[in-house]
Structures are given as C-alpha cells and as structure tokens.
C-alpha cells in the first residue's frame, strides 16, 4: 500500500472499495528494491526468545518510508501511497508557496 494502492474511506469509516477482485497486487519484479535488516534481540514473552516474523516485513514499510522521506524533504505524509505527484506537490507546496 505504501508504494502503490490509493485507497480513500467513506464519511461511514467503509473502505471505499468494496471488493479486492479488481485489486491488483505487485509481482515481486515490479516492487522497488529495499533492505530488510534483522536485528538479533531476545523476547521473553516467546518460546525460546522467539518474534513472529510474517507480520513484521508488512507493518514496517509505510512508516519506513515516510520516515525516510521526512528525513530527507522535511515533509511529513499523512496519506499513503507516497506517489511521486504527492511527494512532488508538497516539495512544491513548502518550498515555492511558503516564500
């Protein structure tokens, strides 16, 4: 979703789609490249010191990306996907309207 997906929600709080049929979902060639680094750490609440791992590379790349692009722009997104017109209007916005 970070990358790709527009998803907008009704005044109910309804996702304004009602259906994933017509979704299309990246193949994995057509993803940007990232780097996931696993940090060793210790969970006393698993067996063994053990994480779950299959929600982990799903929850962090938003924020991931967002961050990365506030540290390098300045500018904080609130609304994802970051699309390039997005990214661009508000370089655009702070740097050119603000003066």
């Not at 789609?17 to 193949?27: A, C, D, H, P, T």
């Not at 609440?45 to 961050?67: H, Q, Y």
């Not at 994802?80 to 003066?99: A, G, M």
């Amino acid at each position: 979703m970070a990358v790709k997906a527009v998803t907008t929600m009704r005044c109910s709080g309804n996702w304004s789609i009602n259906s994933l049929r017509n979704y299309r979902v990246m193949k994995a060639n057509e993803m940007p490249a990232m780097d996931v680094i696993f940090i060793q750490t210790d969970e006393p609440s698993g067996p063994f010191g053990a994480k779950s791992v299959s929600e982990i590379a799903i929850d962090g790349v938003a924020p991931a990306l967002v961050n990365a692009v506030h540290n390098a722009t300045g500018v904080w997104f609130h609304t994802l996907p970051l699309t390039k017109e997005r990214v661009i209007d508000s370089l655009h916005e702070k740097f050119i309207n603000s003066k």
